[in-house]
């Protein structure tokens, strides 16, 4: 088969299949042609095959102080580890950058996750695990980005620590601040939580050692054949 | 030195040296510390060893038409084949995503410029070598996004394509219906198109073969040591 991308062999390259272009009705064409090159994207399927895994949303969902960034930041830690590509999306890279623009509201923070969601499929598009760590409060909230993507693409992982748990850690304080009645709308206090009903995993963060409930995401992504087993 | 994530080489992993954990603070701490495993984060720096290349952000401006996209995609498709770890960010997957709720009024246009730098930036830290190819029209939001990241981060490319070839081509159609009146705001017709005076690249997309353009592109990115030369 004639190599499409010839012009460039003269370089040191590994030459990879080229999967997601129709070489059949390229190949006839010229190499200048701005159409052609538009066309010859580097796919999702692409990327899955260069990192020799598949890429996916894990969404964390739970209350403040529940363990979603420490349980995330762990999980990816363990994916890098295994030569995986990952991002965990959380407060820290989000509130000041991308949406350093929104508060607190009702409508601000649907926008948020709105965004987050969006950003989360880019990086599914990029052949990224990606990891997000935001309470994410309402059912219609994390169904939003759910739909956005398609089906098996997004895996929602309830840290499920009591508001009990939570409030006695309070490593931020947050919780003490909610009760004096300082910070408003604050989830589980002056705000529901709508628990996952149908979280494709349900982690016992408060209660369980770390590294028992990082298994337990990893086992998650091996049956859903997002890890190679093999390697 | 004791490895740090004894609890996890009992699967088979490949240990990766972990650089931006501080070994002699952290290893008298229990393995289950939500405060160490919440530092314990993958790094920019790690993932660019996985990788074997830098991250970079290669912020492609120039009028509609000028062939930002087209030369965006080439670009990636020859990093790919590299071995490199690549998005595109264009139109395509962020205007009815992301950005899905901004028009094109000039306050929106500049939120979208932001939007997408940010973002970009989010990319950068996850250790892709992130492409965008938008009109971005002005020079104080293409500033905004240069501020955000690192010196040497941001590299500006020019697709320095007169109005005249554009209209020319009008691939689109949309310089017909810009001087028909009928589209208000049109870059380069009814709206300023800001041309940079600080490029890190300006290329003759309009004139010169792609694959020269692309050439340029890659060129730069060894010049600046992004890619490893050696491979």
């Known amino acids: 088969m004639v190599n499409y991308y010839n012009a460039y062999t003269r370089t040191s390259i590994k030459f990879n299949q080229t999967k997601g272009v129709s070489m059949s009705s390229e190949q006839d064409k010229s190499i200048s042609s701005n159409a052609v090159w538009h066309h010859a994207t580097v796919t999702r399927a692409r990327r899955e095959e260069q990192n020799k895994h598949k890429s996916i949303i894990l969404w964390f969902t739970g209350l403040s102080g529940a363990g979603k960034s420490t349980l995330a930041h762990a999980v990816e830690e363990q994916l890098h580890q295994f030569g995986c590509r990952t991002y965990v999306l959380d407060g820290d890279n989000v509130r000041h950058g991308l949406c350093g623009d929104l508060g607190f509201s009702e409508e601000d923070r649907k926008e948020n996750i709105r965004r987050i969601g969006n950003v989360s499929k880019l ?20 169904k939003q980005v759910r739909n956005i993507v398609q089906h098996g693409d997004f895996l929602e992982i309830y840290c499920n620590t009591s508001i009990d748990i939570c409030e006695q850690r309070d490593v931020k304080g947050l919780y003490e601040k909610a009760r004096k009645g300082l910070i408003k709308d604050f989830t589980g206090i002056s705000s529901p939580y709508e628990a996952p009903d149908n979280a494709e995993l349900s982690v016992h963060t408060g209660e369980r050692p770390l590294e028992e409930c990082v298994d337990q995401v990893i086992n998650l992504l091996k049956e859903r054949g997002i890890l190679n087993t093999q390697s």
């Open 123 to 142: 990086f599914l598009e990029a052949g990224v695990i990606v990891l997000t760590a935001f309470i994410s409060p309402f059912h219609s909230d994390r």
